[in-house]
């Protein structure tokens, strides 16, 4: 062979290359687009359309240009979803492609509705350029994986790719697969969808959960009389908690203390994330390590990430507890610490929801919870101060609903949506292909399983107790059958759960809300609007409406409107709880604050333009259901 001549692998490599890169720029801009439009940062009334539809122009008077989008699609809820390119015609009728992001961004910036921060869009270009970056990493890992994957399912002569996991793994640790397979496509419009801006990318590949990654926790000691720890009803002490649950991690910690010279009945054992010990704690908690107030040293768990990065289940063949860790990394909209407040209120709350369940028959048939028993932080012993305990903390998250013994898969919502590796359509459509219909009879039937499943338990504890969950695609999984039919709603994550005294005081139950200053606050006594927003938001904007506009895209669906399904689902759950309702006021509503009025959802571009300085900032949708045909 010419050796000048470049090689056929080489040129196939670079083509992929190519490709891998055009994808995941059109990725961020079909979010940028989403976002800019949804949040009015460009006003979607002010675009001109074509005769035919999917056309579209909008003036940007200031700069004397025209943004003009070549295929541009109107969904339900005011989303808009460009499907084509981007150009830019100027006041010389000069025209050319919009080549990214960043040349997207910049375009557009003068005429945001919004003044952005100094340097805010600077850094969302670079969020979104990392994004870019991580993005290529994990669909270039992802197309090994999934050759991989085809040969063992080919191997093992089963039906489909969940078959196949059922069949070779044990329950807890096939849902964690499929959990980390999930994981790709991350939240689904943030523009910043995949930022880790303080990561190499090899570190994003070992420490990521769309990579399969396995990831070393060390179980080091905190001083008892420096910590608060705060725990579930059932819980004795952290220690006798830790022993039972992890006893072999429990031996070697008390051993490598004793060799030390320390006595075990003066230290808590702590797991840290291996990449914050070592790039975080070491260098910023030096003299908590120096003074004796937390030691770094102990054995270590090897454990898998789950999807949202740094809730860690241990490796191993008998379900052990999730481990849920502060890592100093940015990703996607903040630093992901553990704060005092989902310390205090995860056990809290897990309390109170299983108060709850245990006398609710009925609900508790369709909803389990991942409970958090217990959490420990840094607590300074003479101020109180918990502040740099945000850095130091740890909850452990119950397992025991992932090691069924009654046949039903567990599937984190962003899993369904993800593509499967064996025929690439997202993996909700192989549960729906297990009933041996696909047509559209059936996928309708499916959904409105689908929503009943997740919005019986959700409004059920949000009109009747108060109790928001945040039922996004990440926090929510939902349990399957042997015949796809979706059975049960399955929530984590409590911490930063919103709730509403009120209405579970006025049903006889109790929660101690945490009150900090400059923290804000989760349990509200006069106004229900937050805690509403929080359900409409991740529950029927993130994850109903994303899972809808999926199959309106992989199925024909020419005769039925989803979004009428999800209607007359959404009444019949309100029209079931009015008897049990407080007031008929209260249930007339908040039926109109979910079937009529506009959906609020969270900025989630405009927080990041203005530097997150406030987190609560949302934006109106038009209401899909309002009127739903
Ligand atoms: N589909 C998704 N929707 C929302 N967040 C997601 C999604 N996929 C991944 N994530 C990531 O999950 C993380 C949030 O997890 P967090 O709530 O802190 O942990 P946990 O749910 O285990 O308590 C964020 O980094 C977010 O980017
Ligand atoms: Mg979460």
Request: proline share 7%; net charge negative.
């Amino acid at each position: 062979m010419d050796e000048w001549m470049p090689s056929s692998a080489d040129a196939e490599a670079q083509a992929r290359a190519g490709r891998l890169w055009s994808d995941a720029s059109r990725n961020a801009v079909n979010r940028l687009v989403r976002c800019l439009f949804a949040e009015r940062l460009l006003e979607p009334d002010a675009l001109l359309w074509a005769r035919d539809g999917n056309q579209a122009w909008l003036p940007l008077w200031q700069s004397r240009r025209v943004l003009h989008f070549t295929d541009l699609r109107r969904a339900p809820a005011g989303t808009l979803q460009n499907r084509g390119s981007v150009e830019i015609l100027d006041e010389i009728g000069a025209r050319y492609r919009i080549g990214g992001p960043s040349d997207l961004i910049r375009q557009v910036a003068p005429a945001l509705a919004i003044s952005p921060a100094s340097d805010g869009v600077e850094h969302l270009i670079r969020d979104v350029e990392d994004s870019m970056r991580n993005d290529i990493l994990a669909r270039r890992h992802r197309e090994h994986w999934s050759a991989e994957l085809r040969g063992k399912v080919a191997e093992a002569g089963v039906q489909g790719f969940l078959a196949y996991l059922e069949k070779s793994l044990p329950p807890h640790l096939a849902a964690m697969t499929l959990d980390q397979w999930g994981a790709l496509e991350g939240h689904p419009f943030y523009p910043t969808w995949k930022a880790k801006p303080d990561l190499s990318p090899e570190d994003v590949a070992a420490l990521s959960p769309e990579f399969g990654a396995r990831v070393r926790v060390r179980i080091a000691a905190l001083r008892k009389e420096w910590s608060y720890v705060e725990k579930m009803p059932h819980v004795g002490s952290y220690s006798e908690w830790f022993s039972q649950n992890f006893p072999e991690l429990w031996r070697d910690w008390a051993e490598g203390l004793h060799k030390r010279g320390k006595s075990r009945e003066d230290w808590l054992p702590l797991p840290v994330h291996s990449w914050h010990l070592d790039n975080f704690l070491r260098r910023e908690f030096a003299s908590e390590i120096s003074s004796g107030v937390f030691d770094p040293d102990g054995p270590e768990a090897m454990t898998l990430p789950s999807m949202s990065f740094r809730t860690m289940l241990p490796d191993t063949e008998e379900p052990r507890p999730f481990i849920k860790l502060p890592v100093a990394i940015w990703m996607t909209s903040e630093q992901r610490t553990l704060q005092a407040k989902s310390i205090h209120m995860g056990p809290r709350l897990s309390t109170l929801i299983s108060d709850i369940l245990s006398k609710e028959r009925d609900l508790s048939e369709r909803l389990e919870i991942f409970t958090e028993d217990l959490g420990a932080i840094l607590h300074h012993p003479v101020t109180g101060d918990e502040h740099p305990g945000r850095f130091l903390s740890v909850v452990y998250r119950n397992c025991d609903a992932l090691a069924r013994n009654d046949g039903l898969l567990p599937v984190t919502v962003a899993a369904l949506l993800t593509a499967n590796p064996i025929d690439g359509r997202p993996l909700i459509c192989e549960l729906i292909a297990r009933s041996g219909d696909e047509s559209e009879a059936a996928v309708s039937a499916f959904f409105r399983v689908y929503v009943g499943t997740v919005i019986r338990p959700t409004l059920a504890m949000y009109l009747l107790y108060g109790i928001a969950f945040e039922a996004h695609q990440q926090n929510s999984t939902i349990l399957f059958d042997e015949t796809g039919r979706p059975r049960k709603l399955l929530i984590r994550d409590f911490g930063d759960g919103r709730s509403f005294a009120p209405l579970f005081k006025e049903r006889g139950y109790h929660l101690k809300p945490f009150t900090r200053t400059g923290i804000l606050p989760t349990t509200f006594d006069d106004n229900i609007s937050l805690v509403r927003s929080f359900v409409i938001d991740a529950c029927f904007v993130c994850h109903l409406h994303e899972v809808a506009l999926c199959l309106d895209q992989h199925y024909p669906l020419s005769g039925t409107s989803l979004w009428r399904i999800l209607r007359e689902e959404a009444e019949a759950v309100f029209d079931a709880l009015r008897p049990r309702m407080l007031s008929d006021a209260f249930w007339q509503e908040e039926r109109k604050a979910f079937l009529e009025k506009p959906w609020p959802s969270r900025s989630v571009l405009r927080m990041h333009l203005e530097r997150y300085r406030d987190y609560r900032v949302e934006h109106e949708l038009p209401n899909p259901l309002a009127g739903a045909e």
